[in-house]
T-cell receptor, first 110, second 115 residues
Framework: DAKTTQPPSMDCAEGRAANLPCNHSTISGNEYVYWYRQIHSQGPQYIIHGLKNNETNEMASLIITEDRKSSTLILPHATLRDTAVYYC???????????FGRGTSLIVHP | NAGVTQTPKFQVLKTGQSMTLQCAQDMNHNSMYWYRQDPGMGLRLIYY???????DKGEVPNGYNVSRLNKREFSLRLESAAPSQTSVYFCASSEVSLTEDEKLFFGSGTQLSVL
């Protein structure tokens, strides 16, 4: 069973912020939240991860709620090249088996 | 660094033929994974190897075998290919530890068609 829930699709105007939600209500205390994206049929690419604090890197920001049951990936100024499928997964530790759902298909339009 | 390298990139097989998909990583990672992705679907785990010398079944292992040849290499074998195995196959690796992040690094994929 998938450990995360994401909307199947979203769209965003170029230059605007894209906010992609993820629900992970059964997350354990030591599990990280990871985000990946897959452009067309390429291999998925790591974007960002976090445990409990908000995180930011050159690609995106990750906002994790205080109860850790949900998170939001923010692409602050979306471009057409950000059109991709975005996956949110959770896990950590020696028994971590990365499981991907269908993700969110983000379309950035002009 | 090359990261995760998969060969071949494309392959067409006839039903019943066998083949091996190769995967190698140069990041000294302990864990390696094989996923398949069908059109419009997410990635489904076929097999994984948590460390050198160990392999375990994932969600969809039927029809496949794997070999963790050494720490760098993890191969996926189709003994008797079937049309249902037409898919894109991705290999991935990660460094598993109890305290640090375990992000995955993916190869570019192998597009396999079974006629």
């Amino acid at each position: 069973d998938a450990k995360t829930t994401q909307p199947p699709s979203m769209d965003c105007a170029e230059g605007r912020a894209a906010n992609l939600p993820c629900n992970h209500s059964t997350i354990s205390g030591n599990e990280y939240v990871y985000w990946y994206r897959q452009i067309h049929s390429q291999g998925p690419q790591y974007i960002i991860h976090g445990l409990k604090n908000n995180e930011t890197n050159e690609m995106a920001s990750l906002i994790i709620t205080e109860d850790r049951k949900s998170s939001t990936l923010i692409l602050p100024h979306a471009t057409l090249r950000d059109t991709a499928v975005y996956y949110c997964i959770v896990g950590s530790g020696g028994s971590y088996i990365p499981t991907f759902g269908r993700g969110t298909s983000l379309i950035v339009h002009p | 660094n090359a990261g995760v390298t998969q060969t071949p990139k494309f392959q067409v097989l006839k039903t019943g033929q066998s083949m091996t998909l190769q995967c190698a990583q140069d990041m000294n990672h302990n864990s390696m994974y094989w996923y398949r992705q069908d059109p419009g679907m997410g990635l489904r785990l076929i097999y994984y190897s948590a460390s050198e010398g160990t392999t375990d079944k994932g969600e969809v292992p039927n029809g496949y075998n794997v070999s963790r040849l050494n720490k760098r290499e993890f191969s996926l074998r189709l003994e008797s290919a079937a049309p249902s195995q037409t898919s894109v196959y991705f290999c991935a690796s990660s460094e598993v530890s109890l305290t640090e992040d375990e992000k995955l690094f993916f190869g570019s994929g192998t597009q396999l068609s079974v006629l």
